[in-house]
C-alpha cells in the first residue's frame, strides 16, 4: 500500500538552503511513532498554524544508540521506512532525518542550537518532553534550552507525557510498546501505538506441510523487521498485493514436529493466491493462545479449526 506524501523529506540537513519560514520543530527517534510521539506532532501542527510557519519533526538514522553503543537498544518497533510512511501520515509539512555518524554525535549542543536549529533551520519554538537531552554526551538539556531561547528569540514548548486512559495508566514509551508486544499483549499495544502493531516481510517457501498435512497452507514470512510478537497463535490482519485479509498466524517453532525451526506464518482465510515471493505485512489484533505439542498433525489440525473460527470471531468486527 502505497502512502502519498505531502510532507517534504529532508535526508541531508545541507540540502536546506535557506531557512523555513517560522519554523516550529520537534527532535526525536520516534520509534513506534506512537500516541505520545502523535501528541508532540498535534502540538508542533497547531503552533506551526498559531504563528503561520512550517511544522517540521527532525529524526535520526540510524537510532544513536546504534551507532553509539555496541550492544545498544532493543529491536526497534519501526524500522526508517515504516517510520516514514507514519510520521508522513501525521500531516507535519518537513521531516528532517539527520543521517547518524559519530560527527554527529560530537555536535555541542551549543552548534547544534545555534548552527543547526536556529541558523538552518529558521526554529522560532521548539516543543520538546520534559526529559529532554541533546548534543555532545547529551549534554544539552531544557535548562540549557530555555537559555539559548532568550538568546536567540525562540519558544520553547515542554509537553508533558500523556496517558491514553485510565484502563491503561502510565506514560506511553516506546520501551513500555515493545515490552507489551514481546508479552504478546498486542492488544494493548495497540492502545499506545494509536494502530495494530505491525510486521513485514517476505513470503518465502515453506515446508508444505501446512497445506499437505494439515489442510491449512501458510505463508511464511522472512522478517525485515526487528521485533517479534511472543510465540503463540494470534488473529491478525494481512495486507498483501494491494487488498488487506483476515488471517490467524503462528509464531513458533511449531512443535508437533520435530525440526525445530522458528517461523513466523500466516494462514490467510478464504485465500488462495500464489503469493511466494511478495511483501506482506501482518497486523497484530489479539492473541488467542500458547502454541503446543499435540500428538499428531490430525489433532493440530483440529485445534487450527477451532483458532479459525475464534480468529473470525475476533476479526467480525474488523474490516
Ligand atoms: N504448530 C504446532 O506444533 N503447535 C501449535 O499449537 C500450532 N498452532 C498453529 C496455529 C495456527 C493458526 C497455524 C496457522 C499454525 C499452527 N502451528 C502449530 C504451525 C503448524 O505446525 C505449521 O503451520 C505447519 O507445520 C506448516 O509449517
Ligand atoms: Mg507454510
Given at each position: 500500500m502505497l502512502v502519498k506524501f505531502k510532507m517534504e523529506l529532508i535526508?541531508?540537513?545541507?540540502?536546506?538552503q535557506k531557512p523555513y519560514k517560522n519554523a516550529v520543530i520537534t527532535i526525536g527517534n520516534?520509534?513506534?511513532?506512537?500516541l505520545g510521539h502523535q501528541a508532540l506532532f498535534d502540538k508542533v501542527k497547531s503552533k506551526a498554524k498559531e504563528i503561520d510557519g512550517k511544522s517540521i519533526a527532525m529524526t535520526f538514522e540510524p537510532h544513536p544508540i546504534r551507532v553509539l553503543e555496541q550492544?545498544?537498544?532493543?529491536?526497534?518497533?519501526?524500522?526508517y521506512e515504516q517510520k516514514v510512511e507514519l510520521i508522513g501520515k501525521s500531516n507535519l509539512d518537513v521531516l528532517i532525518c539527520v543521517p547518524f555518524t559519530r560527527e554527529v554525535a560530537s555536535i555541542t549542543p551549543k552548534e547544534f542550537v545555534?548552527?543547526?536549529?536556529?541558523?538552518?533551520?529558521?526554529?522560532k519554538a521548539i516543543v520538546v518532553g520534559g526529559d529532554y537531552t541533546f548534543g555532545k554526551n547529551r549534554g544539552g538539556n531544557l535548562d540549557l534550552l530555555k537559555d539559548y531561547a532568550e538568546r536567540h528569540g525562540f519558544e520553547v514548548i515542554v509537553s508533558d507525557w500523556i496517558e491514553v486512559s485510565e484502563n491503561f495508566p502510565g506514560r506511553i514509551s516506546s520501551t513500555r510498546i515493545r515490552e507489551l508486544v514481546m508479552e504478546g499483549k498486542v492488544d494493548h499495544a495497540r492502545k499506545l501505538l494509536g494502530r495494530y502493531y505491525q510486521i513485514r516481510g517476505q513470503v518465502v517457501p515453506g515446508r508444505k506441510r501446512g497445506a499437505r498435512d494439515l489442510g491449512f497452507p501458510t505463508a511464511n514470512i522472512n522478517l525485515t523487521d526487528e521485533l517479534c510478537p511472543k510465540m503463540g497463535v494470534y488473529a491478525v490482519t494481512v495486507e498483501c498485493q494491494g487488498e488487506r485479509y483476515k488471517g490467524v498466524a503462528n509464531i513458533g517453532?511449531?512443535?508437533?514436529?520435530?525440526?525445530?525451526i522458528f517461523t513466523v506464518e500466516v494462514h490467510i482465510l478464504d485465500f488462495h493466491n500464489d503469493i511466494y515471493e511478495e511483501k506482506i505485512r501482518v497486523n497484530f489484533i489479539k492473541r488467542i493462545r500458547d502454541e503446543k505439542k499435540f500428538s499428531n498433525a490430525s489433532e493440530l489440525s483440529k485445534q487450527i479449526q477451532k483458532d479459525i473460527i475464534k480468529g473470525r470471531e475476533i476479526l467480525s468486527s474488523l474490516l
Open positions: 535526508e541531508q540537513i545541507e540540502k536546506i520516534f520509534d513506534g511513532v506512537h550492544n545498544g537498544l532493543p529491536p526497534l518497533i519501526t524500522l545555534e548552527n543547526i536549529l536556529v541558523k538552518r533551520i529558521g526554529m517453532f511449531s512443535p508437533t514436529f520435530d525440526d525445530h
